[in-house]
């Protein structure tokens, strides 16, 4: 089966730096799904990127898939609180849209 | 639209009692799915459905049974809970468009096996 490993597991970032998460395939991604999850909450799509050296934007989240299609970074540019949470990486697996998801990276926004 | 919608929200359970968890969608999902999320495991799928009547098992379907009478409710079921079935239990669906496209959540259902 397809495994997806986040990295870091978790990272303090100062508001107003800059944050990378990585999401790292064992195989080829033909969908890959970033999603953000406050602490109780059900999980927030963000973005789908599906072609190799794929790049999209919303507000200050950026989201790139490598040429290979085997690893994805989400990028967020001048931190702020709102954007604490965990940010989860899916990959679709098959067919019937199930996604398979990377164990998670907590992210903390210090004043 | 309420969108996707799971009851209940917190359950506390003895060991060997049953339950069931509701999801319910206002989205006219013909997929839908449900996952478990653990610590440091990130979610894991428990079942799924790709239409009414339909369902098939995923990653960790022991303990777990589900159904799918209509299509807008997927029901989870535990027969005899355990304490390794604590966990936060998350609902998903998502219409057919093609191989890719977003799942929608659910807020999930904290669930404790005592």
């Known amino acids: 089966s397809q495994e997806l490993e986040q990295s870091p597991q978790s990272l303090i970032v100062q508001e107003g730096k800059n944050l990378t998460i990585n999401c790292t395939s064992s195989?080829?991604?033909?969908?890959l799904y970033w999603y953000k999850q406050k602490y109780g909450e059900g999980l927030i799509f963000l973005m789908m990127l599906q072609k190799g050296g794929e790049e999209k934007s919303h507000e200050k989240i950026t989201a790139k898939l490598d040429e290979k299609k085997q690893q994805s970074s989400l990028h967020i540019t001048a931190s702020q609180p709102s954007h604490a949470g965990i940010y989860l990486c899916?990959?679709?697996?098959?067919?019937?849209?199930?996604?398979?998801f990377g164990a998670g990276t907590q992210v903390v926004v210090t004043p | 639209n309420a969108g996707v919608t799971q009851t209940p929200k917190f359950r506390v359970l003895k060991t060997g009692q049953s339950m069931t968890l509701l999801c319910a969608q206002d989205?006219?999902?013909?997929?839908m799915y449900w996952y478990r999320q653990d610590p440091g495991m990130g979610l894991r799928l428990i079942h799924y459905s790709v239409g009414e009547g339909t369902t098939a098992k995923g990653e960790v379907p022991d303990g777990y049974n589900v159904s799918r009478l209509k299509k807008q409710n997927f029901l989870l079921g535990l027969e005899s809970a355990a304490p390794s079935q604590t966990s936060v239990y998350f609902c998903?669906?998502?219409?057919?468009?093609?191989?890719?496209?977003?799942?929608?959540f659910g807020e999930g259902s904290r669930l404790t096996v005592l």
């Open positions: 998903a669906g998502k219409t057919r468009q093609g191989n890719t496209g977003e799942l929608f």
């Open positions: 195989k080829t991604l033909y969908g």
């Open positions: 989205m006219n999902h013909e997929y």
């Open positions: 899916g990959a679709d697996t098959d067919s019937w849209g199930k996604l398979q």
